[in-house]
T-cell receptor
């Protein structure tokens, strides 16, 4: 099976812009989670989608949003970008009853 | 409150020796899973090993073993016969509950392991 894929791998934006990141889970996985990784805050959970519904949400402002499509692919959107949004954004997929998450290679976002 | 604590920001080990990376956790949920991931400089998170809260035996995966002490709420990773390629950041993570929280993991701050030749 193909692994989790994320596009784009690198992105440079300026403050105030918005950005959309994409994640394609492993075939058959219905749960997709997003994490933000920064040197200062470490790895933080953003949200999880399961069967097109947001099931869990981390402590992030409303500028961060996401969605999941019927084929389980997921997108996350960040509006009105701030310098502090510069981070590695990791997507992970898992089966409902699975014990582990499979991570994608991440999207490195730089906000100037 | 911090749910996963990794007290070693950095560790050094000589090639071919064993090393233990510490992890303690906090949860009131009787059902949980504990994970270790390796993150090389490329950024991708690589799954290493998993331990379920009801598992009676310590998990092992090749050179990796998890020293699970439930009463002490610790889940230390042991890497035997270290290799230069083991140099990376290592994260301990926890998922609470069996279902419903399958997609939410809490991560520790990580330990940077450097293997010396």
């Amino acid at each position: 099976k193909a692994g989790v894929t994320q596009t784009p791998r690198y992105l440079i934006k300026t403050r105030g812009q918005q950005v959309t990141l994409s994640c394609s889970p492993i075939s058959g996985h219905r749960s997709v989670s997003w994490y933000q990784q920064t040197p200062g805050q470490g790895l933080q959970f953003l949200f999880e989608y399961f069967s097109e519904t947001q099931r869990n949400k981390g402590n992030f402002p409303g500028r961060f949003s996401g969605r999941q499509f019927s084929n389980s692919r997921s997108e996350m959107n960040v509006s009105t970008l701030e310098l502090g949004d510069s981070a590695l954004y990791l997507c992970a997929s898992s089966q409902e009853e699975g014990a582990r998450q499979f991570f994608g290679p991440g999207t490195r976002l730089t906000v100037l | 409150a911090q749910k996963i604590t990794q007290t070693q920001p950095g560790m050094f080990v000589q090639e071919k020796e064993a090393v233990t990376l510490d992890c303690t956790y906090d949860t009131s949920d009787p059902s949980y899973g504990l994970f270790w991931y390796k993150q090389p400089s490329s950024g991708e998170m690589i799954f290493l090993i998993y331990q379920g809260s009801y598992d009676q035996q310590n998990a092992t995966e090749g050179r990796y073993s998890l020293n699970f002490q439930k009463a002490r709420k610790s889940a230390n990773l042991v890497i035997s016969a270290s290799q230069l390629g083991d140099s990376a950041m290592y994260f301990c993570a926890m998922r609470e509950g069996i279902t419903g929280n399958a997609g939410k993991s809490t991560f520790g701050d990580g330990t940077t392991l450097t293997v010396k030749p």
